[in-house]
Structures are given as C-alpha cells and as structure tokens.
C-alpha cells in the first residue's frame, strides 16, 4: 500500500469509542463526543495565534482540524467530517500537533484553566422527529451532520460553533416536564466531579440507570440537564 493509499485508509478507518479514548490517553487530548479536543494555554493572543498557525501547517487543509484561538489559549478539534468521528488519522495528527505545541515549550492539555474541555448538546424531545427537525434547520441555519441526512438524524453548525441538535424519541406528550434540554458531554473520569459539583449547586439526580452514559439532573423548578460520556454505549 502505498503513502496515499495509506493515509486514505486511515482517514476512513472509524475507531471504536474505547479505542478513540486509549489512542490519546497521555497526549493530551480527550475524546468527547465523537472527536479529539485539547486545549493549549498560551497566556497571550499573539503565542496563541503562532501555535495556531503552526498546529495548521501539520493539519493541512483537509479539513480535520477546527480551532478556537482565544486571549490566553487555543482550543484544537480533530475529526473525520466524512464518519463523524475520529480515524487512525485523526490519531496521528492529534500527535504531530502535541510535537509542535512542544516546541513552543507549553503542552497539550484535556484540562486546566476554568474547566476541562467538554461538548454541548441540545437534546429535543420529539414525538414526529421528522415533522419538527426542518424547523430547527432552518431556523438555526444548521446542516446535516456529515454521513447521516436521516429524518431523525442530528443537525450541525457547519461553521462548528454552535451546538449539535438531537432528537429523543417520545411515546406521548410531556407537558408536565421540559421538552428541550443539554446535554454536556465531559471527559469520561470527570463526570461524578461534574455531578457533585451539580448536586451542591441545589441540582437532584433523577435518573442514573443509563450511567456511565448520561445521567439525568435537573434545578430546583425541574428544568433537566444530561453528563453524559463515551462510556457505556456501543463500541
């Protein structure tokens, strides 16, 4: 197999859950909701914005790399639009990027500052998914998620800023409890810091029996929020 063939073959090669979080334990990156995300803290706008340059002359310009330059850091996203997740070549462009970062004597980094990384999602109770999503599309300006056009099938940011837009399926109406809710997805080993720090903060627990892969809390007046991990789900 040759160079290109390989690298194609990596790019398509969509790893496992378990397997994309052990691919990058002690890189500095952690694998949350289908993609790679590290943080890199610069302390300055303009060190950021060199490691950002130099974090995209690794990537290249096929696509895999997103970032979020800020005052004090850049924050780095690896995924296979094409799966929606991530690949072999996600793997390895997750390590070139650490080596780079490297060089400038700061490291990539899962954790620090305010909060670890995590991903937000918006989670819509739906009796007829497929009556209401054409909705939400338009009037978020969202696209289909890359490899899943499905009626019930989340919507995305394509400019990837905004949160994902899933649909939960319900058996009958639910007026007595919210219909839309988050869904924050953390790394794996920081969901029960995040839980008690939300049950000290007047949250209840009200449901766990899915757990590791959400657990369902909600405020004082009832209002629901998800933790939710890799962990737990299929592959």
Same mark, same amino acid.
């Given at each position: 197999?040759?160079?290109?063939?390989?690298?194609?073959?990596?790019?398509?090669?969509?790893?496992?859950?378990?397997?994309?979080?052990?691919?990058?334990?002690?890189?500095?990156?952690?694998?949350?909701?289908?993609? !790679?995300?590290?943080?890199?803290?610069?302390?300055?706008?303009?060190?950021?914005?060199?490691?950002?340059?130099?974090?995209?002359?690794?990537?290249?310009?096929?696509?895999?790399?997103?970032?979020?330059?800020?005052?004090?850091?850049?924050?780095?996203?690896?995924?296979?639009?094409?799966?929606?997740?991530?690949?072999?070549?996600?793997?390895?462009?997750?390590?070139?990027?650490?080596?780079?970062?490297?060089?400038?004597?700061?490291?990539?980094?899962?954790?620090? @500052?305010?909060?670890?990384?995590?991903?937000?999602? *918006? @989670?819509?109770?739906?009796?007829?998914?497929?009556? *209401?999503?054409? !909705?939400?599309?338009?009037?978020?300006?969202?696209?289909?998620?890359?490899?899943?056009?499905?009626?019930?099938?989340?919507?995305?940011?394509?400019?990837?800023?905004?949160?994902? *837009?899933?649909?939960?399926?319900?058996?009958?109406?639910?007026?007595?409890?919210?219909?839309?809710?988050?869904?924050?997805?953390?790394?794996?080993?920081?969901?029960?810091?995040?839980?008690?720090?939300?049950?000290?903060?007047?949250?209840?627990?009200?449901?766990?029996?899915?757990?590791?892969? !959400?657990?369902?809390?909600?405020?004082?007046?009832?209002?629901?929020?998800?933790?939710?991990?890799?962990?737990?789900?299929?592959?």
């Amino acid at each position: 197999m040759g160079v290109m063939d390989e690298a194609s073959h990596d790019a398509r090669t969509k790893l496992s859950r378990p397997e994309a979080s052990d691919a990058v334990t002690g890189l500095g990156w952690r694998y949350v909701l289908g993609e !790679f995300r590290t943080q890199v803290l610069t302390g300055s706008l303009p060190l950021a914005a060199d490691v950002a340059a130099q974090a995209a002359a690794v990537a290249g310009a096929d696509g895999h790399l997103r970032m979020d330059v800020r005052a004090d850091r850049v924050i780095l996203s690896l995924q296979t639009a094409a799966v929606a997740s991530v690949t072999l070549h996600d793997v390895a462009l997750a390590r070139r990027i650490s080596a780079v970062v490297s060089e400038f004597k700061l490291t990539t980094q899962g954790g620090g @500052g305010a909060r670890s990384v995590q991903l937000v999602e *918006i @989670g819509i109770d739906a009796l007829e998914a497929a009556r *209401i999503r054409p !909705f939400w599309q338009a009037v978020l300006g969202y696209a289909d998620e890359p490899g899943n056009s499905g009626p019930e099938a989340p919507l995305v940011d394509p400019l990837g800023q905004g949160p994902a *837009i899933c649909f939960q399926q319900m058996d009958a109406p639910r007026p007595q409890r919210n219909r839309i809710h988050l869904d924050v997805a953390v790394p794996h080993d920081e969901a029960h810091q995040r839980i008690q720090a939300t049950l000290a903060a007047g949250g209840t627990l009200t449901y766990d029996a899915e757990a590791p892969a !959400f657990w369902v809390l909600a405020d004082p007046e009832g209002n629901e929020a998800c933790i939710t991990t890799w962990q737990g789900r299929d592959g």
